[in-house]
């Protein structure tokens, strides 16, 4: 039901700016009317005295205006996140905190824990060595040693979970797995396909896919004891989803999937400090702050 809450919102402000600039314009009236007589002799004539009934009327009809015009811009005004101090969503049983980082240095994790790494759904190409991705930034800092023989390692994993590619190599958008223990330094390693990757039209990614991912990160979570994860925001950077809308989805996706899959408590949204600039300049950023 967001969109009907969105577009109620949209409806009221459309009504609610006509009504601002009536009230204040026909207080304004009034003002000048109270120093204004009439008759049928003179016509219309300025006098020293005031109607004080009709210039009280005019003032509180400008205040009414402008007490609207106030509330109103105060809640659709856009503000800004501070996501190197942190924002915190509390739902339910589940919180949610947004904050800068990198995966790559994330340290201070529980037993319980994952970290998610997207890829795309060639599973086995050059993301795990390019440091510009999460997966890329995460494996050579965390298991440089590891980097020649990962392909063959998430090939094993996919085969073992019993997940084949399709007739033109490519794994399914949303296929997720969860990697060996010898990876689970500091936490589980989650890998899931967030983006596409074909020949015709590259790597890209959309909201569907971005909530495809989320599910099944829960359902292969469900009965390992994980109740944290950590997540950058899937389906952006390569992936050609705007910052804001990725952002957005992502957590729609969780509070809407965490009501099945009870089991996570906290989620931590891994922002990149080079995105933190688009994501306060998004179209979305209002719609974030309302959830």
Not at 250 to 276: C, E, G, M, T, W
Request: charged share 15%.
């Amino acid at each position: 039901m967001k969109w009907l809450k969105d577009m109620l919102s949209d409806a009221k402000a459309i009504l609610l700016a006509p009504l601002t600039s009536i009230l204040c314009g026909g207080g304004v009236l009034l003002l000048c009317a109270s120093f204004v007589d009439y008759d049928k002799t003179n016509g219309l004539s300025l006098h020293g005295s005031v109607h004080w009934a009709m210039l009280a009327a005019g003032f509180a009809l400008i205040a009414v205006g402008g007490i609207l015009f106030f509330l109103t811009h105060r809640v659709t005004g856009v503000r800004t996140l501070n996501y190197e101090k942190g924002v915190e969503l509390k739902r339910g049983e589940l919180t949610i905190f947004i904050k800068s980082g990198e995966v790559q240095t994330i340290q201070t994790t529980t037993r319980n824990s994952a970290i998610v790494l997207p890829a795309n759904t060639s599973f086995v190409d050059d993301c795990a060595t390019d440091r510009r991705t999460a997966m890329g930034a995460f494996f050579t800092e965390r298991f440089p040693e590891e980097i020649g023989a990962l392909p063959a390692s998430l090939k094993g994993v996919l085969n073992a979970n019993g997940i084949q590619p399709t007739e033109n190599g490519q794994y399914l958008p949303g296929t997720t797995v969860l990697l060996p223990d010898k990876f689970a330094k500091p936490a589980r390693i989650i890998v899931t396909a967030s983006t596409t990757r074909t020949p015709e039209a590259g790597i890209g990614s959309t909201p569907h896919i971005i909530c495809s991912c989320v599910e099944e990160i829960l359902k292969i979570t469900a009965d390992q004891r994980v109740d944290t994860i950590y997540v950058p925001i899937l389906g952006s950077g390569h992936g050609g989803v705007e910052h804001g809308m990725a952002l957005l989805f992502l957590l729609l996706a969780f509070l809407h999937f965490s009501r099945a899959y009870h089991h996570i408590r906290k989620l931590h949204v891994v922002v990149h400090p080079k995105d933190v600039q688009s994501l306060n300049q998004s179209k979305e950023l209002g719609q974030i702050l309302a959830l």
